[in-house]
């Protein structure tokens, strides 16, 4: 499982495996919104949350049919689920991996874009946290999807309407977190539920994977 | 005759074929009386003028679009556990029911809302939930359309129909988290201290009915569409073998 995940970490930082995408994605989407909603920092700081946590979100779409669909093409998966680790392992062991090139840089680089969209300084500890606690469910999530999604030919679009609606209540208890941050509240209510709801998806959703996995090899 | 020799396919044509033209027959006159009578026999109320009525289709369409999801999460786990392939069928056919009734329920909901609340939709929780069920449903039927191969999409479909019911359940109290709620509580339980006057829940509950049988003939109808669809395809892949 240690070896698969190391695998899956080099083939994404060496090979152009999207490794910085993601990040740079972010990136682009916090510039873009300035133009679109104007640049008035006191409109800028109430909808930062929110614009981060959206950011993220989205990102973590970007590399997402990778998952799996590279695997597949050159027959490793065949191999993967033939191999002494259970399937569920591997699930996990990828969405880990994922997690580490895409959540964990996400989670790092959004404190100083936060500083981009007028933040205020309370919030910057606050969106770490929420976003360290949220990306691995997100990982999760979007790694259950890439293994529903794995045989078909062009899943890319599919993926995204099948997993975006799962990601709401991450969503909403992260910017919640964030914006009661921000507002001087106790944040600890949201925080704790998004812990929740990532320790339910790390607990539940690798067998959900692995079930799709065997499906899609039949 | 044990209960599930009803879904052996040929038991399952046999049955319905006698059973679909009634329970439409009783859909429709359940229907006819629930909505002249909630239309044209009820009084306005004190508040709402005759803006009320559009309960008699906002409430039972609502109604039918959970239940709906309900009827595909048994479905899919009847289909995941016993292999039966109607009951695949029927979570299937009963989809595209299921998201036209969220839609009846979101678009009767606006009519109402523009006059009453002054804008055709806020961010309040049911709404909310409501919007996000409708992105589930579209999922789900994407994901039946894409997979060519039968049964592997049953098998999928019925995966993602059960993560999916997970984190509906989780939405819809999530988004209770997140935005205080414009719509009103519930008005029709049995326990409730206070709920709507006899005058309106009469007609209601038959209207509700009336959907109920609706939902059971179309799916029923659909399902039967379905089995035809997938013999027509068994036999044009004989054909071919042949």
Known sequence: MLALFARDLALAIRAGGGFGLALAFFLILVTLVPFGVGPLPELLSR???????????????????????LDREDGSLDLLATAPIPLEAVALAKAAAH???????????APVLGVLLNLPAPGHLWLLVSLALGTPALSMIGTFGAALTVGLKRGGLLLSLLVLPLYVPTLIFGAEAVARGVAGQDATTPLLLQGAITAGALAILPFAAAAALRINLR | MQFWEFANPRVFMGWTARVVPWTFG???????????????????????????????LHVPSAFMAINAWMMMLVASLI???????????????????????????????????????????????????FLILFLFYLGYIALW??????????????VLCLVGSVFALLSRYAVLFWNQGLHQGASLSLDAEENISDVFWVPLVVSITGFVLLFVALVLY????????????ALTLRERMA
């Not at chain 1, 997690?99 to 680089?109: H, M, R, S």
């Open chain 2, 79 to 129: 289909w995941l556990i016993r292999r039966h392939h109607v009951s695949a069928l029927a979570a299937k056919a009963a989809a595209p029911v299921g998201i036209t009734m969220t839609l009846i329920a979101l678009f009767t909901g606006a009519i109402w809302g523009q006059p009453m609340w002054g804008t055709w939709w806020v961010w309040d929780p049911r709404l909310t939930s």
């Open chain 1, 99 to 109: 997690w580490v090139t895409t959540g964990l840089p996400l989670t790092l680089a």
């Open chain 1, 47 to 69: 909808i930062a949350p929110g614009i981060l946590w959206v950011g993220a979100l989205l990102a973590s779409l970007l590399s997402l049919d990778r998952i799996f669909a």
């Open chain 2, 222 to 233: 659909r399902t039967r569409t379905e089995i035809g669809a997938r013999r027509l395809y």
């Open chain 2, 26 to 56: 009783l859909a429709a006159a359940t229907l006819a009386v629930g909505l002249v009578w909630g239309f044209f026999f009820t009084p306005d109320d004190f508040r709402q003028g005759s803006t009320v009525k559009i309960i008699y």
């Open chain 2, 145 to 158: 359309t894409a997979i060519e191969d039968p049964d592997t999409a049953a098998d999928l479909t019925s």
